[in-house]
């Protein structure tokens, strides 16, 4: 077992979180919210991994053989779909705010400050 | 029936619901599908009830644990403990009053569109159903992540105006990551114990002494909670989405989704850590207090300076939050439970105050003090429920948002003794700031506010009504939800079961030992008995000393014009508030780091 596939998801969680306070665009914004989100997923499969391990289908392997962990595969697909959702709605409003309101600029959005 | 088996059925009838709205919506007439949707929110609050009944009966500790589908070892679990089970009747029976108020609130759905709200709203329900019910921290997960997505399509469900859309954006990205900061939690939790469930997880890390893995996991699962539950300084994004959201939304997210963060993290830390293998007791208590006593005062002084009548509110729900978490930090049976009642009594007083600004934003187009002075006098029955709101809302007895107050202050007090001071300074000045609107709007009192003696830039309340055109009359429903609203919240502190039931639910919340063994072994030996919740002479003279104390400064600011020296003292913590997403999230980062530096002293 590495440490690596931790540290690599710490990374990609601080890139992105780095990249939503610094943004200047509403969609790159969502868009480092889509990449802090898969931090998850890297760390999900990371504390799944096994070993020489198979994938967790046993139609064609012994029952005895070494796979990875399903679950965590099972909790990754789940999160996807959970992420897919919240950038889509993100998304849908940003377009939307830039219908009404002219630009994606955070800095303009400004109506309700104090 | 199994009462067991009517758990599913608390989270799956307003999925269903929402789901026949969706097919049906468009093809139904406007009143048609209201009342469907209504149906379906009113069938899940009496199922939530029955649930509520069978877990509270009184006798052994058991109460109702369904595995879905009979997969024992990993499948999903709910649990009816009386605490979950009571949220989930809270939450259905609040759904089913914001439903009654929107019938004539929204009136004209854009064409096609029908069902759209009722079934947006039976979602939300399913999702905080799942959360209060829910024993297993990734379906936690989840729950709260449906909660949120339909939040903020829900706050930004006028897409034709520019500020919702800023709001619920604002509240989406903010808290997406903090979802994705608790399953980073949820996710080495797993990894060191192979488990999902709270009480599988909780025995597993009780066979060791705490670690740093294990602390981060505390840190990381706690803070998106507390972002949900905005806890300064993860609140940024809740009076963006209160001040912009539809009010019957506002009435949800104040008075229940905002207190199930709360909920969430008593509910890990009881199940999960308070054992020898998490944090220990001291150690959680300081770090909820600090963050607890930061949320009351910041919340408190924000509320105050507000002009815009749902931010007021909103922020008096940060600083009400504070109170409610400063409750669980005690970690008593009895903090627990004066929480909990007092969580009751502010859902009800707190949702009908939304709605009487609801009322003065259709009727006038704005929920801005200063603009409406005097203006409301020919509502004297709005003005009166407000008033009644005000005082409800300082914890005056008997309201059971007072008895509540009354039973955990008296908790806190065990622990601090300067708590309970906390507590009526912060129930005065939130109570004080919307009896002040009140006087001024309905009743016209004092000096009519001019803008000048205010420092610095304002976010005013000029917003576009929400029914078609200004109300002229106002409709029954605007009117009775309310009324029916504070009336429950006057009959939980006055009605001794209510005290004698969330005592037991309290008792049976903490009780650790006995949940592991009820989730996973099918029995359990009865909790330790508590004294309930009660009226008593220190509490009823403190509720009475923060009304009057409310009263006194509500007079005081309309007879004294603003002070511009305390304006501009306070306007750098308002300046904070900047409206811009990087800096809350740079914000949620410094607050996990808090949380960090408040828990590290617990590695041993």
Not at chain 2, 434 to 451: E, S
Not at chain 2, 466 to 477: D, K, S
Request: glycine share 12%; hydrophobic share 50%; aromatic share 8%.
């Amino acid at each position: 077992m590495t440490v690596l596939p931790y540290l690599v998801a710490g990374w990609i969680f601080l890139i992105g979180v780095y990249g939503l306070v610094t943004s200047r665009d509403l969609i790159h914004a969502v868009g480092c919210l889509a990449v802090t989100q898969s931090s998850t997923y890297v760390l999900l499969l990371a504390v799944g991994y096994r070993n020489g391990g198979t994938a967790p289908v046993f139609a064609d392997a012994p029952t005895n053989s070494r796979v990875v962990d399903p679950v965590v595969q099972a909790l990754t697909l789940t999160d996807i779909v959970v992420g897919a959702t919240v950038t889509a709605l993100l998304l849908a409003l940003v377009v939307q705010l830039r219908k009404r309101h002219g630009t994606v600029d955070p800095d303009a959005l400004s109506e309700l400050k104090g | 029936m199994d009462t067991t088996r009517l758990l599913p059925l608390v989270v799956a009838l307003p999925l269903l619901g929402a789901a026949v709205l969706v097919a049906t919506g468009r093809r139904l007439p406007r009143l048609v599908s209201d009342i469907v949707g209504c149906a379906f929110a009113a069938a899940t609050a009496a199922t939530a009830l029955l649930v509520l009944f069978r877990a509270g009966r009184p006798g052994p500790g058991t109460y109702p644990v369904e595995w879905v589908g009979g997969w024992r070892r990993v499948g999903i679990v709910l649990v009816g403990d009386p605490l979950g089970a009571g949220l989930a009747a809270l939450v259905s029976l609040l759904v089913v009053a914001v439903l009654v108020y929107s019938w004539r609130y929204f009136e004209e759905p854009p064409r096609r569109h029908t069902g759209s709200f009722p079934a947006l709203i039976l979602v939300f329900q399913a999702g905080m159903c799942g959360f209060a019910l829910t024993g297993d921290l990734f379906n936690a997960f989840v729950s709260f992540e449906l909660m949120g997505v339909v939040a903020y399509a829900l706050t930004g469900f006028r897409v034709e105006d520019p500020k919702p859309l800023q709001g619920a954006l604002a509240f989406g990205v903010v808290n997406s990551l903090g979802g994705y900061v608790t399953l980073l939690g949820v996710t080495l939790l797993y990894a060191r114990t192979g488990e999902l469930g709270f009480a599988q997880i909780g025995r597993r890390l009780d066979t060791d002494g705490p670690d740093g893995p294990v602390l981060a996991a505390f840190v990381l699962v706690t803070t998106g909670l507390l972002v949900k539950a905005a806890a300064v300084p993860f609140h940024f994004w809740l009076p963006d989405a209160h001040a912009v959201a539809p009010t019957p939304v506002c009435m949800l997210l104040s008075g229940v989704m905002v207190e199930l963060g709360v909920y969430g993290v008593a509910r890990v830390y009881w199940t999960v850590f308070s054992g020898p293998g998490g944090l220990s007791h001291p150690d959680f208590t300081r770090a909820l207090l600090v963050l607890g006593v930061l949320t009351a005062l910041l919340g408190a002084v924000m509320c105050w300076q507000q002009r815009h009548l749902k931010r007021l509110l909103a922020l008096s729900t940060v600083a009400h939050t504070g109170l409610f978490l400063i409750g669980v930090a005690v970690l008593t049976p009895e903090g627990i439970s004066g929480t909990a009642l007092y969580v009751l009594g502010h859902a009800g007083v707190k949702a009908a105050l939304f709605a009487c600004a609801g009322v003065l934003l259709d009727r006038y187009a704005t929920v801005d003090e200063h603009e409406l002075f005097g203006r409301a006098r020919e509502l004297p029955a709005v003005g009166v429920l407000f008033a009644v709101g005000g005082l409800g809302l300082c914890g005056l007895p008997p309201f059971g948002s007072g008895l509540g107050k009354a039973a955990a202050e008296e908790a806190a007090g065990h622990t601090a003794g300067w708590l309970p001071a906390l507590y009526v300074l912060v129930s005065a000045v939130t109570g004080g700031a919307v009896l002040r609107a009140g006087l001024r709007i309905f009743a016209g009192v004092g000096r009519r506010p001019r803008d000048e003696e205010e420092g610095g830039p304002e976010t005013t309340g000029e917003e576009e009504p929400e029914t078609r055109g200004r109300l002229g009359r106002i409709p029954v429903p605007l009117l009775a939800v309310p009324a029916a609203l504070l009336a429950a919240s006057l009959a939980l502190g006055v009605i001794p079961a209510v005290g004698s039931a969330v005592g037991r639910a309290g008792a049976l919340f903490t009780d650790t030992g006995g949940y592991r063994r009820t989730v996973l072994d099918g029995h359990a030996a009865a909790a330790p008995a508590h004294p309930p919740p009660h009226w008593q002479l220190t509490g009823i003279l403190l509720g009475l000393l923060s009304a009057a104390l409310a009263i006194t400064l509500a007079t005081l600011a309309v007879r004294r014009p603003v002070h511009t020296g305390t304006a501009a003292l306070l306007a750098p913590v308002r300046r904070l508030q900047s409206g811009h997403i990087g800096d809350y999230v740079a914000w949620l980062i410094a607050g996990t780091a808090l949380l960090t530096v408040l828990t590290v002293p617990g590695v041993h």
